[in-house]
């Protein structure tokens, strides 16, 4: 990997904010906070600023509680013009919620670190170091921490643990590969912990969220001879059930343990009625492509995008994005 560009940027400014997408997952925080010790160990000022909260069962990783989301314009930083901005774990500027509006255009230039698929033609972005193939941002940073000589810290090793085994699935994803595991192993080396990450990651729902999962399980409906799973989560079912958004995320991955099953489409409302839809597949439909369509993106079996349209409607126009896949079954 190529990682010129990376540190030309950070070598222009003595200040930075590091941002994610909107409702940051694992690979997000972790890589975020990861990459800020890295800043603050190269002598930079640097913060992190989130559109939406560290969902609960990541926040254990934020051991100097500094990863922050945005309130109001009254706490930024002064003097933004001062400041580049990185964006990790997502190539979409319009992906980043209120920091598109509020900081975006007030810093100097952004710098993008991100394994999706796509690019952004922002005039605000600088630069990007973007690998596709790669498991996790985490997977990338590990390797610009390594060729620049900057020392993994425990606490910046548990951070990439937990990035990569979010976004692996527990190093079961397709783009799982030898290094992945390479970069573990030297992860456990220096002291992570693989049990009490996992626990902190995936052991730790709170029972609104076992309601909420039963409930959305509920909305299960099957398509395209079975290989089709559709599930719905509104703001109902979310107010009813006192769960919180997030703990909603894991749920798309339940019907794919169905081996008829090829796809899981997961249609989203949230508390402020903004409606996403995520997908995932087996194989080689790219579920990318389709969310492509609507404005979104992500990876060839991992994807989603927001909608404004009526849910009936999107739903069947992704459906009909699928049917070529599945046309010699029905």
Same mark, same amino acid.
């Given at each position: $990997?190529?990682?010129? #560009?990376?540190? /030309? ?9 590091? %941002? #994610? ?6 690979? &997000? ?8 010790? %890295? ?12 559109? !939406? ?56 230039? %952004?710098?993008?670190? !991100? ?6 033609? !922002? ?10 193939? &790669? ?20 606490? $910046?090793?548990? /951070?990439?643990?937990? /990035? ?14 030898? *290094? ?25 729902? #709170? ?7 039963? @409930?959305? *399980?509920?909305?299960?409906? *099957? ?5 089709? /799973? ?18 909603? @995320? ?7 343990? &169905? ?11 949230? *508390?402020?009625?903004?409606? @996403? ?13 389709? &969310? ?39």
């Amino acid at each position: $990997m190529n990682f010129k #560009s990376l540190l /030309a940027f950070i070598s222009q400014y003595d200040k930075f904010i590091i %941002c #994610s997408h909107e409702s940051p997952d694992g690979d &997000a925080i972790g890589s975020e906070y990861a990459f800020l010790q %890295c800043l603050k160990k190269m002598g930079k000022t640097a913060y992190i600023i989130n559109n !939406d909260p560290t969902p609960f069962n990541f926040q254990f990783i934020d051991v100097t509680n500094e990863v922050k989301h945005f309130i109001n314009e009254k706490k930024l930083p002064k003097k933004l013009s001062e400041f580049g901005l990185f964006i990790v774990d997502t190539n979409d500027t319009n992906n980043i919620g209120v920091i598109s509006t509020y900081i975006l255009p007030k810093v100097c230039q %952004c710098f993008i670190i !991100d394994h999706h698929e796509g690019h952004t033609d !922002d005039m605000k972005v600088a630069g990007s170091v973007s690998y596709k193939d &790669a498991s996790s941002t985490s997977e990338i940073l590990y390797q610009f921490f390594m060729k620049s000589k900057i020392e993994i810290d425990l606490s $910046m090793a548990n /951070a990439l643990f937990m /990035a990569i085994v979010y976004d692996t699935g527990s190093f079961i994803y397709p783009k799982t590969s030898s *290094l992945t595991f390479k970069i573990a192993h030297h992860l456990v080396k220096i002291g992570v912990n693989p049990n009490e990450i996992y626990s902190n990651v995936y052991e730790t729902d #709170s029972i609104p969220s076992i309601i909420l999962q039963s @409930r959305v *399980l509920s909305t299960l409906e *099957l398509m395209q001879n079975n290989h089709v /799973a559709i599930q719905t989560m509104t703001k109902d079912i979310l107010l009813s059930t006192k769960a919180n958004y997030e703990e909603g @995320r894991s749920i798309i991955n339940i019907p794919l343990k &169905a081996e008829d099953v090829k796809v899981s489409i997961f249609f989203k409302e949230d *508390l402020k009625s903004v409606t @996403r839809c995520s997908m995932r597949s087996k194989g080689d439909i790219d579920v990318c492509r389709i &969310a492509q369509l609507f404005g979104g993106g992500g990876h060839k079996n991992a994807a989603g995008f927001k909608f404004d349209e009526d849910m009936k409607v999107v739903r069947e126009k992704v459906l009909g994005q699928l049917k070529k896949y599945f046309e010699k079954d029905n």
